[in-house]
C-alpha cells in the first residue's frame, strides 16, 4: 500500500485546512485509517483514526471537537477536516494505514505511512 498525503499549507489561527491521503491498491477498504503529526522537536503523536468502514472513529483529546476524520472508500481516500486551527497544531501530518478493520492510536499497529504534508498555522 502506498500513501500520499497533501493539503497542508499555511493559515491563520481560527481559519481551517483539509487534509487528503490516496491510497493505492484494493484493499483499501479493509484497512483502518490513522492521523498522526510531529511538531518541530517534538515526537509523533496520534491525531485521529477511522476504521475501514468510516463508522467508528476516534480522536487526541488535544483535537476532538475541532477535526474530522472520514473517508471514501470508492476513491480510496481518507479525509482530516481541520476547523478552528491554533499554532500549536503546527506540524508534519502523517496518514497511515493498518492491516486491521479497526481504528487505534498506537503508532506501532500501522504498517504502511505516508509521506507527510506540513501544516502551518500563523498566530
Known amino acids: 500500500v502506498q500513501l500520499q498525503a497533501f493539503g497542508g499549507g499555511l493559515v491563520q489561527a481560527g481559519g481551517f485546512l483539509t487534509l487528503s491521503c490516496a491510497a493505492s491498491g484494493r484493499t483499501f477498504s479493509t484497512y483502518a485509517m490513522g492521523w498522526f503529526r510531529q511538531a518541530p522537536g517534538k515526537e509523533r503523536e496520534f491525531v485521529a483514526s477511522i476504521n475501514y468502514s468510516g463508522t467508528s472513529t476516534v480522536y487526541a483529546d488535544s483535537v476532538k471537537g475541532r477535526f474530522t476524520v472520514s473517508r471514501d472508500n470508492a476513491k480510496n481516500t481518507v479525509y482530516l477536516q481541520m476547523n478552528s486551527l491554533k499554532p500549536e497544531d503546527t506540524a508534519v501530518y502523517y496518514c497511515?494505514?493498518?492491516?486491521?478493520?479497526?481504528?487505534?492510536?498506537?503508532?506501532?499497529?500501522?504498517?504502511?505511512w505516508g509521506q507527510g504534508t506540513q501544516v502551518t498555522v500563523s498566530s
Open positions: 497511515a494505514a493498518r492491516t486491521a478493520r479497526y481504528w487505534s492510536n498506537t503508532q506501532s499497529d500501522y504498517a504502511y
